[in-house]
């Protein structure tokens, strides 16, 4: 996050505020208008749902009486990881088999070529023009038709750090490649983000055939199941520097990532085929011209002049609601008989937030690699903030404040204010106030969303929504679809 107080920027900055009152226009549909007081749900939104099946958090990875697949394997050292590997192959093909003609009439899905198994620690195959030697990867070789894959480094990291699933995911995008071969829903020519973001859709709609409990192989809750198969997304995300649509590289932030899983797994294949340059372009935030910010060093510091400088940002952006914006306090404090939450609570009876700045504090270190790192990253910090001011917002309007709902509604409130933080935002909307965020400060967000300690998704008394899955979802909905969303989509 930086805030935009240089001279060069003061233009812009002018700007910005002139047109604010046409993207408050557009987004929160009624400026100076309180927003509605009754909200209702749409598309029968639950809470006990995750995209239209019951919220489990059962067991995730390989059935108890799975069969073992016979695929022809080259180079297999018949391994737990090629034996996880092939089982998983065997099923994405048996799921895509079925579901091909279906999504994509008068087509048939033929399943991938060749199969090849490699040690990137050991001498190398040549394989689709390279040499394996090294290459910690899997992918999809269009010219070969096949599909192969690090058994020695890639495969056992992914299975110790996220589960079998992880595996399953990384098969499961590869041939996501083969699937928009075969469906001509992209091709060799497209921008590498249009091929990934189609992939990782594809992903998406063969896990909720799994999570449908269709997988004759393997089982996923969509409680912690979903959540570990998205922390993989979100692992191997493009990190800020690593890539550039422009140098046509780009796979794709944990935000976007994580966002074409989910149409992939709510929508299905059909929302998959029509991701296109214009679709990407258009929602994804690694198209987003905020190089400027990535330059700098924008891990903003929790202290006193930055909360000062969100504070500001969130009144300003939440100014068209009408609520009265709560008091900010350092020290956290109890409210009545109610203890307060950790890092900030939120105080109805008294319109008061407060803060414990040292954990905070501890929150937005940058992220690390490092086990004992308890760092998202700034954002991650001052969107705990933001959540417990999204709570006055929704008290001002008379919404239940302690509902699993009002977890959603906050995340959702949390995403519309980063939405409008972005120098070029989403959808054709201006930015509002002098603070701004780059795509790796939303991938902190979604760091934290998927973790077990945020208070974003949390309501008033620090519940958080138990679905990562939602969670997800219902930021993503703010920052793309603003605010109006927020109390119509996870009403009360
Ligand atoms: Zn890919």
Redesign the pocket.
């Known amino acids: 996050m930086v805030p935009v107080s240089t001279r060069s920027r003061r233009r812009k900055r002018i700007l910005a505020t002139a047109v604010s009152a046409l993207a408050c226009a557009a987004l929160i549909g009624g400026c100076s208008r309180p927003i509605s007081g009754t909200p209702t749900t749409l598309g029968g939104y639950s809470t006990t749902e995750v995209a239209g099946l019951p919220a489990t958090n059962g067991p995730s990875g390989p059935k108890e009486d799975a069969p073992s697949s016979s695929l022809p394997v080259e180079g297999t050292d018949n391994g737990a990881m090629d034996k996880l590997a092939r089982d998983a192959v065997a099923d994405i093909d048996e799921f895509w088999t079925k579901t091909f003609p279906k999504a994509f009439p008068g087509k048939r899905f033929e399943p991938v070529k060749r199969l090849v198994s490699y040690d990137s620690g050991g001498p190398g195959l040549q394989l689709c023009g390279q040499n394996t030697a090294g290459v910690v990867n899997a992918f999809y070789c269009p010219p070969e038709d096949s599909i192969a894959w690090d058994r020695g480094t890639l495969l056992p990291e992914l299975n110790n750090s996220f589960g079998p699933m992880a595996v399953v995911t990384v098969l499961a995008?590869e041939i996501g490649?083969a699937v928009q071969h075969r469906a001509s829903t992209a091709t060799s020519n497209d921008q590498v983000i249009v091929?990934?973001q189609q992939?990782d859709c594809f992903t998406g709609a063969y896990f909720r055939h799994v999570a449908e409990g269709s997988s004759k192989y393997f089982q996923v809750s969509t409680g912690q199941g979903l959540n570990e198969v998205m922390g993989v997304l979100n692992f191997i995300r493009d990190a800020p520097g690593d890539a550039d649509f422009r140098d046509g590289n780009a796979?794709g932030s944990a935000f976007d990532r994580v966002t074409a899983f989910q149409f992939g797994f709510s929508e299905g294949p059909q929302r998959c085929a029509k991701m296109d340059f214009n679709d990407v372009q258009r929602r994804t935030t690694l198209f987003q011209a905020w190089k400027p910010i990535q330059k700098e060093n924008a891990n903003l510091p929790v202290d006193q002049q930055s909360l000062d400088a969100v504070e500001k940002s969130l009144r300003t952006v939440f100014r068209d609601t009408g609520a009265e914006p709560p008091k900010i306090v350092a020290g956290l404090k109890p409210c009545g008989s109610q203890e307060a939450t950790s890092p900030a609570s939120y105080c109805p009876s008294t319109n008061t937030i407060s803060l414990d700045m040292a954990a905070l504090q501890k929150i937005g270190q940058p992220p690390s690699k490092n086990a004992d790192s308890t760092g998202y990253g700034d954002f991650a910090a001052y969107a705990q903030v933001a959540s417990r001011y999204a709570l006055s917002v929704q008290k001002a309007t008379g919404l239940p404040l302690d509902d699993e709902a009002a977890g959603l509604r906050t995340a959702c409130m949390v995403g519309s204010w980063s939405g409008l933080l972005v120098e070029d935002p989403f959808g054709q909307r201006n930015p509002v106030g002098s603070l701004r965020i780059a795509p790796d400060d939303i991938d902190e967000g979604v760091s934290a969303l998927l973790g077990e300690d945020s208070l974003i998704a949390a309501n008033v008394n620090g519940d958080q929504v138990p679905v990562g899955f939602a969670r997800v979802e219902a930021f993503r909905v703010g920052v793309q679809e603003g605010f109006a969303p927020c109390s119509t989509k996870y009403g009360a």
Do not use: I, K
């Open positions: 995008h490649h091929l990934e992939a796979h």
